[in-house]
């Protein structure tokens, strides 16, 4: 486990990997499609061969003294120890018969050369791995040479190679140009060379040409012999720096650049090239429209579709601001568009036909007796302080509403005595509001149970009728009399049935009788009722609100009344 431990942490530096920092590039050169980079910082030759290869080239081959001429031209002078693609495989070799490289190769895998510039003579034997350093140090006249050393010795840099299928010169600035001294360019390749001193640039390397803000790119077109500068941008630029891109003239007037072809050629989608024009090619030269002109062949113009307008190089479109008109176009708020434009009304105004007009609030004329809160545009509903809900049968009204058996009442804050509380309360102690419980005060007759509820009661009607409600409906036979259950008048017996017969006379005085003496008790009971609330209550003005006085109440008032008059008999 121990050995697996170190392996992890000195593997990847045994292997050249996090030995070293990251090297920096410090000059590079191309000749033709061959380019060279200078990176300095101190590197095992296999840790400068893999950062070569992670910038898609390779440790420099110096097969020919242009290649040589090349190294003293990044160095200047410099006396460093760089290494280079040359590498003795591992084994004794007999340097005298192996020729000019003494049986070193190449990173390639080769050992082709013209040049060689070893600094000691060849030894009689040569054992490997041995790796090839170049410096000036050793040499009197002052030139690189080469030294053998071993690979795993730090040199000061390393040399790397590129190789591209095409390349760019640089650009060229006119003499006569506008401006032409002022004109600066920079370079940037794709290996990271970056500067304005360049012989050659190879395909993908960029430039950015100031003072214009124009930035070119070295591509090779497919079914080009050679690449060339240029952008996806279509049209010329500048006409001073590599006549503005235009395989034929270049026309600078007024600030804008226009490339010109011959008589006999048409532009291509460039604006930059020419060719010979085909039967269909005006709709592919012009952004939106090409009208081709028939008294002279191979002429067109281009035109733009509402909105917009020819752009200077006369082939593409550009947006028209149209709210920069004067007079605007649109009456308040004005938002361009491409090829049109949008109108728009301030806050508080609604558009309407094409028009601002000042919006109307929903809520004017409302007759809301607490609140009025807009719904859209053209609606409203009526809302209530906390504690009220709307009326059902009046919904701009507000009515105290309590779902608890006890609440706040609702006092007067000029008047604190006076309070009131929701339909189906009490006012208990001043300013409290009890819920009365129904069901004691004897309702739901002739129903199977009562359930009171905050504010309110219900009657269970029974297995015969799935209807709850404030009143059972109910009708029932006993000893073959029908009884009414909702405080209706008896319903006489059926003719043809059984029963016995009383005098008519004596029947009715019992009955008068016994209805006097009931009413008499119930006036009583609710007269001490009566007392008894006024006390509880502190609020000489505060309303009694409670269900008996309800339609419903009156009803089991009479049933009680019906039920009892046999008694008195």
Request: include cysteine; charge should be negative; glycine fraction near 10%.
């Amino acid at each position: 486990m121990l050995q697996v431990l170190l392996l992890s942490v000195l593997g990847p530096a045994a292997l050249g990997l996090l030995e070293f920092p990251e090297p920096q590039l410090q000059g590079s050169q191309c000749v033709e499609q061959d380019c060279y980079g200078l990176f300095r910082g101190p590197a095992t030759f296999r840790f400068a061969s893999q950062a070569c290869q992670g910038l898609r080239g390779h440790l420099m081959t110096v097969r020919s003294s242009v290649a040589a001429d090349v190294i003293s031209l990044l160095l200047s002078g410099d006396s460093s120890r760089l290494w280079i693609g040359l590498k003795l495989p591992p084994g004794c070799r007999d340097s005298g018969q192996l020729g000019p490289l003494r049986g070193f190769q190449w990173v390639t895998g080769d050992n082709n050369t013209s040049y060689n510039r070893w600094a000691r003579l060849p030894q009689p034997s040569l054992c490997g791995p041995l790796c090839v350093a170049v410096s000036a140090a050793r040499s009197a006249s002052g030139e690189q040479v080469w030294e053998e050393e071993l690979c795993t010795v730090e040199a000061d840099g390393f040399l790397c190679e590129f190789h591209f299928t095409a390349s760019c010169r640089p650009l060229t600035v006119e003499p006569g140009a506008t401006a032409a001294t002022s004109v600066s360019i920079t370079y940037r390749t794709p290996f990271g060379g970056r500067g304005a001193d360049f012989q050659a640039l190879p395909e993908g390397s960029s430039a950015v040409v100031a003072p214009f803000g124009v930035e070119l790119v070295c591509e090779k077109r497919p079914g080009e012999a050679e690449a060339r500068w240029g952008r996806e941008e279509p049209g010329a630029w500048d006409c001073g720096v590599e006549n503005g891109g235009c395989q034929h003239a270049c026309n600078q007037s007024a600030g804008a650049s226009l490339c010109l072809c011959p008589a006999d050629t048409a532009p291509q989608a460039d604006l930059r090239s020419c060719a010979a024009p085909e039967e269909h090619s005006c709709d592919k030269l012009c952004e939106h429209f090409c009208v081709r002109n028939p008294d002279v062949p191979g002429s067109y113009s281009c035109m733009c579709a509402t909105g917009y307008k020819l752009a200077a190089n006369q082939h593409g479109c550009e947006d028209v601001d149209d709210c920069m008109q004067v007079p605007s176009p649109c009456q308040q708020l004005c938002v361009n568009k491409q090829g049109g434009f949008e109108c728009h009304c301030h806050r508080g105004y609604d558009m309407v036909n094409g028009e601002c007009v000042e919006s109307v609030d929903p809520c004017v004329g409302s007759n809301c007796e607490y609140q009025c809160q807009p719904l859209g545009k053209t609606d409203y509903r009526c809302v209530c302080a906390e504690g009220f809900v709307p009326n059902p049968q009046a919904p701009h009204k507000c009515q105290m509403f309590c779902n608890q058996t006890s609440c706040s009442a609702d006092c007067d804050p000029n008047n604190p005595d006076t309070c009131q509380c929701p339909e189906g309360y009490i006012l208990d102690e001043g300013f409290l509001c009890t819920d009365i419980d129904e069901c004691d005060n004897g309702n739901c007759l002739g129903a199977d149970s009562c359930r009171n509820l905050p504010g309110s009661y219900e009657c269970i009607c029974g297995s015969d009728s799935a209807q709850a409600g404030t009143d059972c409906d109910l009708t029932t036979v006993s000893n073959g009399v029908v009884e009414g259950g909702s405080g209706e008048a008896p319903v006489s017996p059926t003719p043809g049935a059984t029963s016995s017969s009383s005098p008519a006379g004596s029947v009715h005085s019992g009955v008068l009788i016994g209805v006097s003496i009931l009413s008499l008790c119930l006036v009583v009971e609710l007269l001490a009722l009566l007392c008894h609330l006024r006390k509880k209550q502190d609020a000489i003005q505060a309303k009694l609100e409670y269900k008996c006085e309800v339609p419903a109440k009156e009803v089991v008032l009479q049933h009680v009344r019906t039920e009892q008059t046999p008694q008195i008999l």
